[in-house]
C-alpha cells in the first residue's frame, strides 16, 4: 500500500505537470473522460458523484463548468424537473479525443522502456485490483 501512495503522488504531480495549459483540470478531465466510455448513456449528478467518488458539491461544480463549456448536454426530466440528465456533447467527444492524444506522447514515454509482456501483465494485475477496489468500496475493514 505505500508503494501505491507513493505512485499515486507521483501520478498525480506528472498529471498536474501534463494539464497545466491544457483547457482542462485533471478532474474536469476525469468526469469529462467517464462519458466517453458509453457516450449514449445519460448520467445524473448523484449518479456521476457515486461513481467519480466525489462529494456532490464538488461534482456539480465540475459539471457546471462541463455544461457552460458546450461540452455536456443537460436535459432535465419530464417527471421530476429537479433531475436533470448530463451527456457528452459531440464537442466533449472531440476535446477528449485530443487531450488524450497530447498525453500519448507522455504516456509512450513513461513505458517506453517496458516489454509488451510486462505491460500486459500490469494491466491484469491493475485490472484485477480496480475490479476488486470497485466491488467493494464500501467494505472497509478496520482494527
Known amino acids: 500500500m505505500v508503494s501505491l501512495g507513493i505512485v499515486r503522488q507521483l501520478v498525480a504531480t506528472r498529471e498536474a505537470k501534463l494539464f497545466d495549459g491544457l483547457s482542462l483540470n485533471p478532474s474536469q478531465f476525469g468526469v ?18 457515486g461513481v467519480m467518488e466525489m462529494n456532490q458539491p464538488g461534482i456539480t461544480k465540475i459539471v457546471t463548468v462541463l455544461i457552460e463549456r458546450g461540452l455536456l448536454r443537460s436535459e432535465f426530466d419530464k417527471d421530476d424537473k429537479r433531475r436533470r ?42 485490472m484485477k485490483l480496480q475490479q476488486w477496489l470497485d466491488e467493494h468500496r464500501d467494505d472497509i475493514r478496520r482494527k
Not at 32 to 49: D, G, I, M, Q, Y
Not at 108 to 114: E, G, Q
Open 85 to 126: 440528465y448530463l451527456k457528452i456533447s459531440a464537442q466533449g467527444m472531440n476535446l477528449c479525443n485530443d487531450i488524450i492524444s497530447s498525453l500519448g506522447p507522455d504516456i509512450s514515454y513513461l513505458f517506453s522502456s517496458w516489454k509488451d509482456d510486462e505491460l500486459a501483465q500490469m494491466q491484469q494485475h491493475m
Open 32 to 49: 469529462l473522460n467517464h462519458f466517453t466510455h458509453n457516450p449514449k448513456r445519460s448520467w445524473t449528478v448523484t449518479e456521476l458523484a
